[in-house]
């Protein structure tokens, strides 16, 4: 266990995320032990690791959703930007228009395509619309979706394919200018072709915004992350630059699971 | 190879899909023979039909409608309309297909509507119009000019007795006033006698338009008509007594649909007359609808919140649940109890209550603490209320969950979440509960009857005397109709056509209200529906 941790300890300049001792038990199941990592700022971050290996969970706590589910208890830290997210005195609804959240299964909201993508604004209390306006389309063209939905904005977002919904979701999260996106295996439900798109528009925001991507697509992961983490059963097996875990894994575990020996 | 087949004859399930497919035609057929009995029934009811002079070997004579037509082990026997119950006391008579020697469609056969004793069906024989001016000419023609030049004066002694009714509300007003002063102990004749002056000065009114009134009605009542019928007698009746009269057997089809929509008119917007059996029902369709809108404005703001809460807010838990269980149980308590709990709760404890508290001068005729339209309103929201909490829980139940955690990510809260996705999105399943609710509302008896349902209601619960809104009165209601018509009229065969109506207005109207509320739902689902 020592030396998970050696391993998982890397130095990242100007981290947004550090993660420090982190558990989380479901009533009275553990769920993640001992969680200590840096996330950096502006890069795009994939946690790998079998189904049930705390993956998700981990990510729903960097915008504390996992308040919605009873019995849910944490203890160590996360710190955005150098404060603690568990403090009593933070205003998760500030969280989480700070840090952004894309889901596996795309959900628009019932509504059109606009009015898809102003919700935070809308809930934030803005209603001049130009600025409205101006954000649809600066959000929509960010998600790569613009040119695809410019001449039918007020039509339902339900109209919408699988992978432009995706990207609507995106466009969502992005215009409320977050500093963080989550991306809860955002391609496990498309196609090929769309995810070829959502991957493009990942590498797009690169360096703009701070991503955070649960994948279980070992392929994704090389192609559209800087650094990845490896989590198994709860714990950080491995953490470093991808390139580096991809081709020259520390761990006996992280390389069976990359080349395929289970998982 | 056999042993195959019928492997897979039992394998597909062929009984069990020809069972279910008996089941559901069973249901429509029942349906549909209901919905036939009833229109077929109701929609004939205003048609004239023409009238048959009957002579028989015995040397007796009928003229009437056949009304339904009977086997009997001594033969065909048929049942007429004869009308005249001042005559023949009865207005149905039952005569054997054998018996009859001659049957004629005589074209002068006449049928009158009146406002008292039913129909009068005969032969228009001679007029007396000593008081109208009619130009001279043969006796249908005159007689038909004699009703019309009639209608100006019913117009005028229609218009006073509404002078009347005015009069006696500023009277029963005065009293009111003058009750609540002695009830105060203020027993000063200076505040006093200016009232008792004017209600001196009112009652004279009254008394002289009372003595107008009845000298018009008079002079009215002296212009007859005088009719033989089937059997030779001579009835004279006065034209002020006539609502209608025709000739079914001399009326082309126009004047037959002339006569049909008329009818229908008087339907939907006059007055019942004969203890209910005749005339319109705008009382007591005003009286549904009115129930169903006040039982609508309770209950279901009341049902939504409460769904909402259990749903949203509620920690689940051994409360909740027992909340839960209770309400579903709500649901299938006989509506009769909540009757009882109405008249106890409502009528007697709020209701006196309001009484001694607000109109303690008018006491002991209560105000509030006997049945009314609010009580009757509100015991039925108590009934509908599960149902509307039942279908809003659900609705809200069945909204995929990630849609909720996507409005929480993007920093809603939960009552923005609420308000902003999930109502709009179960607003549909919502509907579909107002729907069950409003119809079950519209064809509950039970519960009105011991809260305010009467036979006949003086005045509506909603009309141009302040505060318009009664919500103290006694109403009319379709339902109660059919059953008060049905069960408890002392002519039960003269009375089954208007079951028949009353049957098919009510059925019209929860289908009415049901179908724009379905519409509206639609509409909702095409907005809100999700696919994925």
């Given at each position: 266990m020592n030396n998970n941790k050696e391993q998982a300890i890397i130095a990242i300049d100007d981290p947004i995320v550090q993660v420090k001792d982190l558990n989380l038990f479901y009533g009275q199941s553990q769920a993640l032990f001992d969680l200590n990592f840096d996330i950096p700022r502006h890069r795009v971050t994939a946690l790998i690791g079998p189904s049930g290996c705390g993956k998700s969970t981990f990510i729903r706590c960097i915008n504390r959703m996992n308040d919605l589910i009873d019995g849910l208890s944490t203890t160590g830290s996360i710190r955005l930007d150098g404060r603690d997210i568990f403090e009593r005195s933070l205003d998760v609804i500030d969280l989480r228009r700070r840090v952004g959240m894309v889901f596996q299964k795309s959900n628009p909201f019932p509504k059109s395509i606009y009015e898809n993508v102003i919700f935070g604004m809308r809930i934030g209390g803005v209603t001049e619309k130009p600025i409205l306006d101006e954000t649809v389309e600066k959000s929509l063209r960010r998600a790569a979706l613009w040119d695809e939905v410019k001449d039918r904005l007020h039509d339902s977002a339900m109209g919408l394919s699988g992978g432009q919904m995706q990207r609507l979701c995106i466009a969502r999260a992005i215009a409320v200018s977050p500093e963080i996106i989550l991306m809860d295996e955002p391609c496990s439900a498309l196609d090929p072709r769309s995810t070829a798109h959502i991957e493009e528009l990942i590498r797009d925001l690169n360096g703009e915004y701070t991503i955070i991507i649960v994948t279980h697509n070992m392929q994704q992961a090389s192609r559209i992350s800087d650094y990845t983490a490896f989590l198994y059963e709860g714990e950080l097996v491995e953490y470093g630059r991808t390139k580096k875990v991809f081709t020259v894994p520390v761990k006996k575990a992280t390389e069976d699971y990359i080349t395929g020996r289970f998982g | 190879m056999k042993k195959i087949v019928k492997n897979k004859y039992w394998r597909d399930g062929e009984p069990f899909v020809w069972g279910s497919a008996a089941a559901l035609s069973l249901i429509l057929i029942l349906t549909f023979s209901l919905l036939i009995v009833i229109f077929k029934n109701g929609i004939a009811v205003y048609w004239p039909s023409p009238q048959l002079l009957f002579e028989m070997e015995d040397g007796s004579s009928y003229l009437g409608e056949v009304v339904q037509d009977e086997e009997q082990p001594t033969g065909l026997r048929h049942q007429l309309k004869i009308a005249n119950r001042d005559l023949y006391g009865l207005d149905f008579t039952w005569i054997d297909a054998a018996d009859i020697k001659n049957k004629s469609r005589p074209e002068g056969a006449v049928v009158l509507e009146r406002y008292g004793y039913g129909n009068f069906h005969g032969f228009l024989s001679a007029l007396n119009l000593p008081s109208l001016v009619v130009d001279h000419g043969p006796p249908w023609p005159r007689f038909q000019a004699a009703l019309a030049a009639l209608g100006p004066e019913i117009a005028k002694v229609?218009?006073?007795?509404?002078?009347?009714?005015?009069?006696?509300?500023?009277?029963?007003?005065?009293?009111?006033?003058?009750?609540?002063?002695?009830?105060?102990?203020?027993?000063?004749?200076?505040?006093?006698?200016?009232?008792?002056?004017?209600?001196?000065?009112?009652?004279?009114?009254?008394?002289r338009l009372v003595a107008d009134l009845e000298a018009l009605e008079t002079t009215l009542h002296q212009n007859t008509a005088l009719f033989t019928d089937a059997t030779g007698r001579q009835q004279s009746i006065a034209l002020t007594a006539i609502v209608r009269a025709y000739q079914p057997n001399a009326m082309s089809v126009f004047a037959k649909t002339g006569l049909y929509l008329s009818k229908l008119w008087e339907l939907f917007f006059a007055e019942p007359r004969e203890s209910n059996t005749e005339g319109g029902l705008f009382p007591a369709i005003f009286g549904t609808i009115m129930l169903i809108f006040i039982m609508s404005i309770f209950s279901f703001p009341l049902g939504v919140l409460s769904g909402i809460y259990l749903r949203e807010y509620a920690k689940e838990g051994f409360l909740v649940r027992l909340v839960r269980i209770a309400v579903n149980n709500l649901a299938g308590i006989p509506s009769i109890v909540y009757g009882i709990f109405g008249l106890a709760f409502f009528v007697y404890g709020i209701g006196s209550s309001i009484d001694q508290a607000f109109f303690p001068e008018y006491l002991p005729t209560p105000t509030f603490g006997t049945g009314g339209i609010l009580w009757a309103s509100l015991t039925l929201g108590l009934l509908t209320v599960p149902v509307v909490i039942v279908s809003t829980e659900e609705a809200l139940g069945a909204i995929p969950s990630g849609l909720r955690e996507s409005s929480y990510a993007l920093g809603a809260t939960k009552f923005q979440t609420l308000v902003r996705i999930l109502?709009?999105?179960?607003?549909p399943g919502i509907m579909t509960g107002f729907i069950l609710a409003m119809a079950r509302a519209a064809g509950e008896v039970a519960p009105l009857m011991i809260t305010g349902v009467v036979k006949l209601a003086p005045s509506l619960p909603l009309d141009g005397n302040f505060p318009f809104f009664h919500l103290d009165r006694k109403f009319m209601h379709l339902g109660f109709h059919i059953y008060d018509i049905g069960f408890q009229s002392p002519n039960v065969e003269a009375a089954k056509p208007m079951v028949f109506v009353s049957t098919l207005l009510l059925l019209g109207i929860v289908v009415l209200m049901t179908s724009s509320a379905i519409i509206l739902r639609n509409k909702m689902k095409k907005k809100y529906a999700i696919t994925h």
């Open positions: - | 229609k218009e006073s007795k509404g002078e009347l009714r005015a009069l006696n509300h500023r009277i029963v007003g005065l009293d009111k006033k003058i009750a609540q002063y002695h009830h105060r102990g203020d027993d000063d004749p200076a505040t006093l006698l200016p009232l008792q002056d004017e209600k001196g000065l009112l009652h004279h009114e009254f008394d109502l709009p999105m179960a607003s």
